[in-house]
């Protein structure tokens, strides 16, 4: 019987209450402990998995405790994107990735971290975190997506660039830009746009720097990257390597990881961190 830790959080919706996981789990020989997300997991001692319940943020505390505990984890996708169970090729129906989680192997994948803070999916400098926090003081009066786009209006009004001397392995860039996007493993903007990476074990970042320094060249992207269209080269630069180190004028940096915003001290230092997150997938996964 394996010993399931659920982390969730009840106030999300009915997909996440604890009484519709343990339906998903019925007949399952698992047993299944609760505990609520927060920052500092509390996890029983006899957790064999841990298991995010939940969209990314979730997912993303779940990975920082397997990462720093060596345990193995597993993602129920009850979230609104879901893009790391995507990525993974977990199945989206509850009862499927239940099963999953009771009684599928571990296969190691990549994760990558910032200042020592894991990321699954992505990290961002620049645009995007502020983005969020213009969303974030406005959401509660007016709903998340009216707030969104109140945000992107704001933030493409006040759009500036900064300059930073990024170092990907023993390479130097020094540019101004107004955003810089952190993969672990590669998501081809260049060819599809956003969409689902095809490998998580490749053992490297890729980094994506933008050009763009103007309103109309930014919404240019943007319109881009909604419909899913690929972006052009002289739009940005992209590389890939193990590490990066991002210097700034400033002591501080307000970072987007895996969708949430924290501060971070300068340099930021990332580094890939190869089959280190060992996660229940499907025998079909993609990984």
Known sequence: MRQLCIVHNPSAGSASSEGTIREAFAGLDVELSFIEISDNLTVPDQT?????????????AVA???????????VLPVGT????AKDCGLPLELAEAARVAANAKPQPIDCATLNGRVFVNNSSLGVYPALVRGREKLSDRIGKWPAAVIAWFQVMRNLASR????????YTYDLRTPLVFVGNNDYHLEQTGISNRTILTAGEL??????????????RIGFRLFFGRPLKHKDFIETTGRSCTIHSSRLQASVGLDGEVGIFKTPL???????????????SAKH
């Open 48 to 60: 064999e998995v841990i298991v995010a319940a939940g969209g990314d943020g979730t997912v993303n």
């Open 81 to 84: 994107l879901n893009h790391f």
């Open 269 to 283: 230092q990332y580094l890939i961190q190869p089959e280190k997150l060992a996660v229940c997938l499907p025998a």
């Open 64 to 74: 920082q405790w397997a990462f720093d505990h060596d345990r193995p984890m597993a």
């Open 163 to 170: 300059h930073l001397t990024i170092i990907v392995d023993d």
């Open 206 to 219: 890729c980094i994506y720097m933008m050009r763009a320094n103007t309103v109309r060249s930014f919404l």
